[in-house]
């Protein structure tokens, strides 16, 4: 069955008015799906549009399994239509509230100190189902269309998002339609491990969006290492197209950097320097969470501060960025793998 969610708003409209109905209905549909009712949870359509698109559309594209709460953060398990799931994060903020989202189901990446792409790349989302994870979380926190519950959105959870390029752009211009949910493009942050193609075809649709780089070594050599990507798209190719991005947008590129003893010697930290001084950049540092089937580890306090300082001292901007939901498993992929095994445990006994 498709998933109503799926659907922009023109699509929606052309749905209704191709069965006949009256166009006003698409704002009634859209109206109730934005708020992530049922067919049955609403009471100002007829029956006739309620039997029709009930048959040939399912209302909701993912179901919230399992919500974790720690001292910082809530953490949810996205049952998805096919059995598939996926995770967000739920941030509070004082400048609002922020949800990290999935992708994908896995990822193909391989990068050495993530545990989303543990198992590959199972599959893409949808744009609905991307769509339909905000909805659920916004829904449950009391939010509304017009008054949103979530101010935020990061596409940082499990996956590739530019791995799954066009479901994400349509999903990206869902997200910013008036007749949506209306986000800022400020408020849309995007994480790539660094596709040079796709970030620039990114920066051609011009929609603004916040440009986070997962860049974690400065030369081809130790990059490669951590980042497989690398092989293929390359340091000096990646900030080219990050340039580009900048040129296209005006937005500030953002270059995150996972802190580990192989990245983080003098020589790696002069390295960086190197390739971002003098560029309208910031470099957002993060002490890694521990993933026991990776086996790196983060630094200590005080050679992040020293780290923080040499960079700002030589023009690079830093900083380290707040680590939230570590007492929760707050890293990619562990809540989910936590969870599937358990149900398997419980499935042989």
């Known amino acids: 069955m498709k998933l109503l969610h799926d659907l922009d708003f023109n699509e929606l409209t052309n749905a209704v008015t191709e069965e006949g109905f009256p166009r006003y209905r698409a704002e009634q549909l859209n109206d109730m799906r934005l708020r992530y009712r049922d067919y049955s949870e609403t009471n100002n359509l007829p029956k006739a549009v309620k039997e029709y698109f009930s048959e040939h559309f399912r209302s909701r594209s993912v179901e919230i399994i399992e919500t974790v709460k720690g001292k910082d953060a809530e953490k949810y398990l996205f049952l998805l239509e096919d059995g598939n799931i996926v995770e967000g994060v739920f941030m509070p903020h004082d400048y609002g509230n922020s949800l990290c989202i999935s ?9 050495v100190f993530c545990a989303s792409g543990l198992n590959g790349l199972i599959r893409n989302l ?6 339909g994870e905000v909805l659920a979380v916004n829904a449950l926190h009391g939010g509304t269309p017009a008054e949103r519950a979530v101010n935020n959105i990061v596409l940082m959870g499990s996956g590739e998002p530019l791995d799954n390029y066009d479901n994400v752009v349509k999903f990206l211009k869902m997200l910013i339609d008036p007749r949506g949910l209306n986000f800022g493009a400020r408020s849309i942050a995007l994480s790539t491990s660094g596709l040079t193609e796709k970030i620039k075809r990114l920066a051609d649709e011009k929609l603004g969006v916040v440009l986070s780089v997962s860049l974690h070594a400065a030369s081809d050599e130790k990059r490669s290492a951590l980042m497989p990507v690398n092989r293929s798209n390359p340091v000096s190719e990646l ?11 005006g937005r500030r590129v953002i270059f995150e950097y996972a802190l580990t003893e192989s990245n983080s010697d003098d020589a790696s930290v002069a390295e960086l320097i190197k390739l971002l001084k003098g560029r309208c950049a910031h470099v957002n540092l993060i002490n890694l969470n521990y993933v026991k089937e990776r086996g790196l580890k983060g630094l200590g306090r005080r050679r ?3 780290i923080i300082k040499r960079l700002n001292e030589a023009g690079v901007s830093a900083t380290l960025r707040r680590s939230m939901g570590n007492d929760i498993e707050g890293a990619c992929g562990q809540l989910r793998n936590k ?11």
């Open 103 to 111: 992708t994908q189901v896995g990822c193909r990446m391989g990068c």
């Open 126 to 131: 949808t744009s609905g189902e991307m769509l």
């Open 239 to 249: 900030i080219s197209s990050a340039d580009y991005y900048f040129k296209k947008t």
């Open 304 to 306: 992040i501060e020293e």
């Open 339 to 349: 969870y599937l095994s358990e149900k398997s445990e419980e499935n042989r006994q």
